[in-house]
Nanobody, 121 residues
Framework: QVQLVESGGGLVQAGGSLDLSCAAS????????MAWYRQAPGQQRELVAQ???????DYQDSVKGRFTISRDDVMNIGYLFMNSLKPEDTALYYC???????????????WGQGTQVTVSS
């Protein structure tokens, strides 16, 4: 059993910063690509950023230069550092990771429960 738990969301004024973290725990053997998605009310879930095990990163255009994704493969934690936040960044942010668990030959995707980020104008 693998669990992903996000933390770090909250309420911030426009222009402010928030740091999100995503901890993978349980029967984790190896974590491959990690990613952050977000979903605003009435909107589809969208990819915000992702990072491979080889540290190749990719960002949604709207967050380039403002958000930074990183990871700690010793602790199995992923991070999303968000700066210069805008009201349109308001959403429920989800962490997902491709994880190989004990007893499994192949990795599979796991999702966290989400953490709310609200940016006031």
């Amino acid at each position: 059993q693998v669990q992903l738990v996000e933390s770090g969301g909250g309420l911030v004024q426009a222009g402010g910063s928030l740091d999100l973290s995503c901890a993978a725990s349980g029967s984790v053997v190896r974590v491959y690509t990690m990613a952050w998605y977000r979903q605003a009310p009435g909107q589809q879930r969208e990819l915000v950023a992702q990072i491979t095990r080889g540290l190749v990163t990719d960002y949604q255009d709207s967050v380039k230069g403002r958000f930074t994704i990183s990871r700690d493969d010793v602790m199995n934690i992923g991070y999303l550092f968000m700066n210069s936040l805008k009201p349109e960044d308001t959403a429920l942010y989800y962490c997902t990771a491709d994880v190989q668990a004990i007893g499994q030959e192949r990795s599979q995707a796991y999702w966290g429960q989400g953490t709310q980020v609200t940016v006031s104008s």
